[in-house]
């Protein structure tokens, strides 16, 4: 645990896959908002995103060459965003 925390504490923003609801995950957003750092959730399933968690921007993503293509290229704009200071790129409900 140790060293989760210190990646978390040093991570300029975290990625979340809530795909399969691993508790692990959701600890670990946890933390990372308790610290303010930026989150962003994906997942394959929007059902897979916690109802309390929902309000938070979420990118869908498809484990298809075509769906992984438009996924990295949406995550590289919110990974801009969010870097260039956009504090609400990881918060605003859009889903994809």
């Not at 946890?30 to 059902?47: D, M, R, S, Y």
């Amino acid at each position: 645990m140790t060293d989760v925390w210190s990646a978390i504490v040093i991570a300029k923003i975290l990625i979340a896959d809530c795909t399969g609801r691993n508790p692990n995950v959701f600890y670990e957003t946890g933390l990372a908002h308790a610290l303010g750092k930026p989150v962003v959730l994906i997942t394959q399933t929007p059902e897979d995103v916690p109802f309390d968690l929902r309000h938070y921007r979420y990118v869908r993503y498809e484990f298809t060459p075509r769906g992984m293509k438009t996924f990295e290229e949406t995550l590289a704009k919110t990974l801009k965003n969010i870097l260039e200071g956009d504090k609400d790129a990881s918060r605003e409900l859009r889903t994809f």
